[in-house]
Nanobody, 125 residues
Framework: QVQLVESGGGLVQAGGSLRLSCAAS????????MGWFRQAPGKERDFVAA????????YYADSVKGRFTISRDNAKNTVYLQMNSLKPEDTAVYYC??????????????????WGQGTQVTVSS
């Protein structure tokens, strides 16, 4: 069982930056692939970024490539999402998720059994 707690959301102007953090419980964090997803009101949950347990594989949604960076610190049981050049369309609740995967990762939300509670990101124009 993995428990995830996100932090770092907030209100930012377009063009600004935020860094989200997701702290995980347990002693086997490095065996879990981590993903970030987001959900805007009235829309489906969308993939944002994912990273394998060893950090060797990363995936990004086309909409965030070049602006967002996923990273992890396995010694701190934490995964990060650095978000730069934010746009109003990035406004959503952001969730981190975990699934087994040392050298792999997935972009499919239904392959992640563990989820955080979400953190709101609002980008004003």
């Amino acid at each position: 069982q993995v428990q995830l707690v996100e932090s770092g959301g907030g209100l930012v102007q377009a063009g600004g930056s935020l860094r989200l953090s997701c702290a995980a419980s347990g002693r086997t964090f490095s065996t879990y692939a981590m993903g970030w997803f987001r959900q805007a009101p009235g829309k489906e949950r969308d993939f944002v970024a994912a990273m394998s347990g060893d950090g060797g594989i990363t995936y990004y949604a086309d909409s965030v490539k070049g602006r967002f960076t996923i990273s992890r610190d396995n010694a701190k049981n934490t995964v990060y999402l650095q978000m730069n050049s934010l746009k109003p369309e990035d406004t959503a609740v952001y969730y981190c998720a975990a699934t087994r995967g040392i050298r792999g990762a997935t972009v499919k939300w239904y392959e992640y059994p563990y989820w955080g509670q979400g953190t709101q990101v609002t980008v004003s124009s």
